[in-house]
């Protein structure tokens, strides 16, 4: 695995709690279905939290396409306030 080749931990969230763009009408319906405060936010926070409690990490990494990157600013936004 790679992330065993460079020493790392992948942690990927399901923000969407299963559904798919197939569950709505329009697909942007379904982005605005999760928003960032409480959901995204709420739910890196816990991936965080873990990371560090469990694993002792305190560098983090992220990265997200489309939506996820939206996700991915949103959090490293709120994190630096």
């Not at 020493?7 to 319906?29: I, P, Q, W, Y």
């Not at 739910?43 to 996700?71: R, S």
Request: charged content about 20%; some cysteine.
């Amino acid at each position: 695995w790679l992330s065993q080749q460079v020493s790392c931990h992948v942690l990927v969230c399901d923000f969407f709690r299963g559904e798919t763009r197939d569950d709505h009408n329009e697909m942007k319906a379904w982005f605005e279905s999760v928003p960032f405060e409480p959901n995204v936010a709420r739910d890196v926070n816990a991936c965080v939290k873990y990371l560090q409690g469990t694993k002792g990490i305190v560098e983090f990494g992220a990265m997200g396409f489309c939506w996820g990157g939206w996700a991915i600013a949103k959090t490293c936004c709120s994190l630096a306030s």
